[in-house]
């Protein structure tokens, strides 16, 4: 087994004030969204890293008592409740490797401990669950493919769904009788289709496929009894848009809702409107769209971009917003316009940040939008730091990760590349059948306009990312030798075709579906989208930072990355594997990664 360098973790990055800022910015306490359950509104569950991991926590509103529920060494973040709120349910993972089952403990603890909330269901990764009062939907993604398993009252779960390719629990209806399903039997993960059947015997009552390059996701139905309605996102025109659909009566609505950008949305409590998550340019807001009128109205919320948001039973909407330059706060909106702070972890808030600027680049495929924070008096510096997905979007919200690169002197350029969401159907599928070099060549176009512009040195560019950024980061530095002056890639694919062998199979369904067709099937393409490809093109140094748990970019293939620039005997390179999945939950080791990353990159650069 080769032994490769280990990347230095500093004691510390700056003098005493910036030491102090930065850390602060990930050691204070932050929370998720309280979600409380259905029928027992005062009880809540939240994430929170107050305990310097992030664990589940339970609020009782009622008497405003919080209670630490989980204590794992790798963290905890996936929670919910039964509409009743008489228990918790976490998802029970091994060391962050995502493969395990969910188990339920009492909401008031009696000294119980947690065990399987559905006996019978197999382990597997996570495909939906929905608690209702007396049935539960739960799917499992195993490499036999997916099951959904329904059970009611105290009856042994059994299987109502299963096929080979991926699919994954949509949503109970009020009544119980009816289940959603969001599948992909026509072989296209990225896009799937819907299948709704009655729940007493798995019985289709109906279908919705849009064809080829059209997916259709499932919301949630109306929290009426009786009320067959399922609200679905849907991609006819070029972008994620809302329709209803009477699955019994069979007829389609869709909304047409005078807004740019991308649309999500939910049921208020009564059914009677929703409420609507609106992105445009990195920017989340939210408005109320009344069904019966047809009427769209922008709520006053905070300013900054949204986050999660719902509708609680007194019409009060609870959400989370923050900025580039301010943390993220709990908010409430009440029904007579005021909006206030509804909770807060304990401790000193986050110290903030600078903000962030938009540019727009032309580039080989369409305009490009960019996020640029600048840190004062720069010496032209600057780390093009990419988001994961690649469906995702960097967005003017706080991160202290950016906070950190800034208050180390770089420019932070944060690309939403070909494959980012929020920017149309057409955009975030341009990576079909050439993923990797397609995003690159995005990065270099505005890397080149940044340069024009003079917001940095072209000398001074460091590319990094995680997931699929750290993809991308390695990638960019054997496809673009010359314009990288290191590289910086957290848990990425390395090897792709020895990352497909061992990904989950969730992850090889959207492979397939992306590249079109398995490395069996399209070798060439994987090939041409593989970093091990152009390792021997390498001429920078180069960081890898390995989550020994990775279920989705395994470390083998990542091994077989650094074992050939070990081979090279001419490339500078280090590495930090750590202990966890896919990134980690805990704040230490966090700031030790960041710490690492920026302490590379400062070497890097002389």
């Known amino acids: 087994m080769t032994t490769h360098p280990a990347a230095p973790v500093p004691d510390r990055l700056f003098d005493d004030e910036r030491e102090q800022r930065w850390r602060a910015r990930f050691t204070a306490p932050r929370m998720s969204r309280p979600a409380w359950a259905r029928d027992a509104p005062d009880r809540c569950v939240y994430s929170s890293n107050a305990s310097g991991t992030t664990e589940i926590y339970t609020w009782d509103r009622a008497t405003d008592v919080h209670r630490r529920v989980t204590d794992r060494r790798s963290g905890t973040h996936s929670a919910t409740l039964p509409p009743d709120g008489a228990e918790v349910w976490w998802f029970a993972d091994a060391d962050g490797d995502e493969f395990g089952h969910w188990v339920a403990e009492p909401f008031a603890p009696d000294g119980s401990a947690a065990a399987p909330a559905v006996p019978g269901v197999e382990d597997g990764y996570p495909a939906g669950l929905d608690i209702g009062r007396r049935v539960t939907a739960v799917g499992t993604s195993t490499d036999d493919g997916t099951r959904i398993w329904l059970r009611r009252g105290d009856e042994p779960a059994t299987v109502v769904y299963e096929n080979a390719e991926d699919a994954g629990v949509g949503a109970l209806s009020e009544d119980e009788t009816l289940l959603a399903i969001s599948h992909s039997e026509h072989g296209d993960s990225r896009h799937p289709s819907l299948r709704v059947v009655r729940v007493d015997d798995g019985g289709t009552v109906a279908e919705l496929h849009d064809g080829p390059g059209r997916g259709l996701s499932p919301i949630s139905f109306a ?72 009427v769209l109205t922008e709520l006053p919320v905070a300013p900054g971009c949204v986050g999660s948001a719902d509708v609680r039973p007194d019409g009060t909407v609870e959400y989370t917003c923050s900025s580039a ?160 002056a290191a590289g910086l890639a957290g848990v990425p694919v390395a090897d792709y075709v020895a990352a497909y062998a061992d990904e989950m199979e969730q992850l090889r369904a959207f492979d397939r579906a992306l590249f079109g067709g398995s490395p069996e099937e399209v070798p060439e393409r994987y090939r041409t989208a593989s970093p091990l490809t152009y390792v021997d093109e390498v001429r920078v140094p180069v960081l890898v930072l390995a989550g020994e748990n990775d279920p989705r970019c395994p470390i083998r293939q990542i091994d077989n990355y650094l074992d050939a620039l070990a081979g090279r005997g001419d490339a500078p390179y280090e590495v930090a594997r750590f202990d966890a999945g896919h990134g980690s939950l805990v704040v230490e080791q966090t700031l030790q990664h960041i710490a690492t990353e920026i302490d590379f990159a400062r070497r890097a650069l002389g």
């Open 223 to 294: 929290p009426v009894v009786g009320d067959p309605r399922l609200l679905v996102l849907h991609e006819r025109h070029g972008r994620e848009e809302l329709l209803v659909w009477d699955v019994v009566a069979g007829t389609e609505t869709e909304l047409a809702l005078d807004l740019p950008g991308e649309l999500s949305a939910d049921f208020t409590p009564d059914a009677r409107a929703l409420l609507v998550w609106h992105t445009h340019a990195a920017r989340t807001r939210l408005h109320r769209y009344d069904l019966d009128a047809g």
């Open 325 to 484: 330059a301010e943390p993220s706060t709990v908010r409430a909106l009440h029904p007579d316009g005021t909006d206030r702070v509804l909770v807060t972890p304990p401790g000193e808030r986050a110290p903030g940040s600078v903000p962030v600027t938009d540019l727009w680049v032309d580039g080989p495929g369409g305009r490009i939008h960019a996020l640029v924070a600048s840190p004062a008096g720069g010496d032209g510096r600057a780390v093009f730091s990419l988001h994961g997905g690649p469906h995702a979007a960097d967005e003017d919200r706080f991160t202290a990760v950016r906070a950190a690169w800034v208050d180390a002197g770089f420019v932070v350029v944060e690309v939403n590349y070909r494959g980012s969401t929020g920017y149309g159907s057409a955009w975030r599928d341009a990576i079909e059948g050439r993923p990797g070099t397609t995003e690159l060549e995005d990065v270099a176009a505005v890397l080149d306009a940044c340069v024009a512009q003079g917001l940095v040195d072209a000398s001074k560019c460091v590319i990094e990312g995680w997931s699929w950024g750290g993809y991308l980061a390695l990638l960019g530095v054997g496809t673009q030798p010359q314009r990288w």
